[in-house]
């Protein structure tokens, strides 16, 4: 299982939010690039990268905090916020980003997203579902859709698609512990999927859980910035994994 640390971006800076709420923000770094190589430094492989200011503006904002982790880690980052382009995604795997999260997009256009995953590779693209009650949140979980997870997920299978974050919006930031019975429902019935769980990781006991369970990968954020895990405790977890 993959341990991937979070970094979200307001304002170029490493902020968290609670339920998605922008008005819920906490800055916990004035510099993103630091952040990222600390998570290095410990040991960490990998790093989720959020363009908040994106999200919510449909375009990729936050070009140069991913310029300047790229230039100081050699961390394996995938990055979601606001692409809607395919000028955008070559530009971030230009920028030295391994894998891209397609969330509102996926929803809105899914011809186009189907198109990336043939021109790109499956290995490349991560379908972003966001999730509130099993319906699909879009546009920095600011506006629902009318797809339910499953749904969204089945109209991606046939077209390749392998590796899925799911995000449950409900525990996102509440340090409360992830949904463990969403997560088991989708694996049982999407078994072909690398699943990557996200929200409300609390402890490491929450990690050990999600491995048990068979995710792929588990995306931990605001447990890390307030001091509940440790990243010694995460690279020691990864090199058992």
Same mark, same amino acid.
């Given at each position: 299982?993959?341990?991937?640390?979070?970094?979200?971006?307001?304002?170029?800076?490493?902020?968290?939010?609670?339920?998605?709420?922008?008005?819920?923000?906490?800055?916990?770094?004035?510099?993103?690039?630091?952040?990222?190589?600390?998570?290095?430094?410990?040991?960490? @492989?990998?790093?989720?990268?959020?363009?908040?200011?994106?999200?919510?503006?449909?375009?990729?904002?936050?070009? #140069?905090?991913?310029?300047?982790?790229?230039?100081?880690? @050699?961390?394996?980052?995938?990055?979601?916020?606001?692409?809607?382009?395919?000028? =955008?995604?070559?530009?971030?795997? +230009?920028?030295?980003?391994?894998?891209?999260?397609?969330? !509102?997009?996926?929803?809105? =256009?899914?011809?186009?997203?189907?198109?990336?995953?043939?021109?790109?590779? @499956?290995? #490349?693209?991560?379908?972003?579902? +966001?999730? #509130?009650?099993?319906?699909?949140?879009?546009?920095?979980?600011?506006?629902?859709?009318?797809?339910?997870?499953?749904?969204?997920?089945?109209?991606?299978?046939?077209?390749?698609?392998?590796?899925?974050?799911?995000?449950?919006?409900?525990?996102?930031?509440?340090? !409360?512990?992830?949904?463990?019975?969403?997560?088991?429902?989708?694996?049982?019935?999407?078994?072909?999927?690398?699943?990557?769980?996200?929200?409300?990781?609390?402890?490491?006991?929450?990690?050990? =859980?999600?491995?048990?369970?068979?995710?792929?990968?588990?995306?931990?954020?605001?447990?890390?910035?307030?001091? #509940?895990?440790?990243?010694?405790?995460?690279?020691?977890?990864?090199?058992?994994?």
């Amino acid at each position: 299982m993959r341990i991937i640390p979070a970094i979200d971006i307001i304002d170029g800076k490493c902020v968290r939010l609670t339920q998605g709420d922008y008005g819920r923000k906490t800055i916990y770094n004035e510099n993103p690039a630091e952040v990222a190589k600390s998570f290095e430094d410990a040991g960490i @492989k990998y790093l989720h990268l959020v363009d908040l200011d994106g999200a919510k503006a449909g375009k990729v904002i936050n070009w #140069k905090v991913v310029e300047s982790i790229t230039a100081a880690t @050699k961390l394996e980052v995938d990055f979601g916020g606001g692409i809607k382009t395919e000028e =955008e995604i070559q530009g971030l795997f +230009d920028r030295g980003i391994q894998q891209v999260n397609l969330g !509102s997009i996926a929803v809105k =256009e899914p011809q186009k997203v189907k198109s990336w995953i043939q021109k790109f590779g @499956k290995k #490349k693209i991560i379908l972003s579902a +966001d999730v #509130k009650n099993e319906m699909i949140s879009i546009s920095g979980w600011q506006e629902d859709s009318a797809l339910t997870i499953n749904a969204f997920l089945k109209g991606y299978l046939a077209h390749g698609i392998e590796f899925v974050t799911c995000t449950d919006i409900a525990t996102d930031g509440m340090l !409360s512990g992830p949904n463990i019975e969403l997560y088991k429902t989708l694996l049982l019935t999407f078994p072909q999927l690398q699943l990557i769980a996200s929200g409300g990781v609390s402890n490491m006991d929450d990690i050990r =859980e999600l491995r048990r369970i068979g995710v792929d990968g588990v995306i931990v954020g605001k447990a890390i910035y307030e001091g #509940k895990i440790q990243l010694e405790e995460l690279s020691q977890l990864q090199l058992q994994a």
